[in-house]
Nanobody
Framework: VQLQASGGGLVEPGGSLRLSCAASGRSFSINDMSWYRQAPGNQREMVARITGRTFTDYADSVKGRFTISKDIRKNTLYLQMNNLKPEDTAVYYC?????????WGQGTQVTVSS
């Protein structure tokens, strides 16, 4: 399974970005997918998770600002990020849980700065 993340960039505080993660390969399901992020010097942390059709879970720091979704037909995961803050600056990774295995994308840099 391969995961290709995209959509990162430089944005001013209060701005928005939409991340995408396209999954490809054989014998997988996008039933259980997540976004994680890792800032310099910090541990990787879960930002948002989506399981089934619509069950979602968010880190407290992003609730009300970020929205996770997926398009099953396109095997693609999304993260809509609104009202971005400097503390959201990090490399964002997508993750797919497929039974006992977990797959990671390569990461996309998000920088929030004026």
């Amino acid at each position: 399974v391969q995961l290709q993340a995209s959509g990162g960039g430089l944005v001013e505080p209060g701005g928005s970005l939409r991340l995408s993660c396209a999954a490809s390969g054989r014998s997988f399901s996008i039933n259980d997918m997540s976004w994680y992020r890792q800032a310099p010097g910090n541990q990787r942390e879960m930002v948002a998770r989506i399981t089934g059709r619509t069950f979602t879970d968010y880190a407290d720091s992003v609730k009300g600002r970020f929205t996770i979704s997926k398009d099953i037909r396109k095997n693609t995961l999304y993260l809509q990020m609104n009202n971005l803050k400097p503390e959201d600056t990090a490399v964002y990774y997508c993750r797919l849980n497929n039974g006992p295995l977990a797959y990671w994308g390569q990461g996309t840099q998000v920088t929030v700065s004026s």
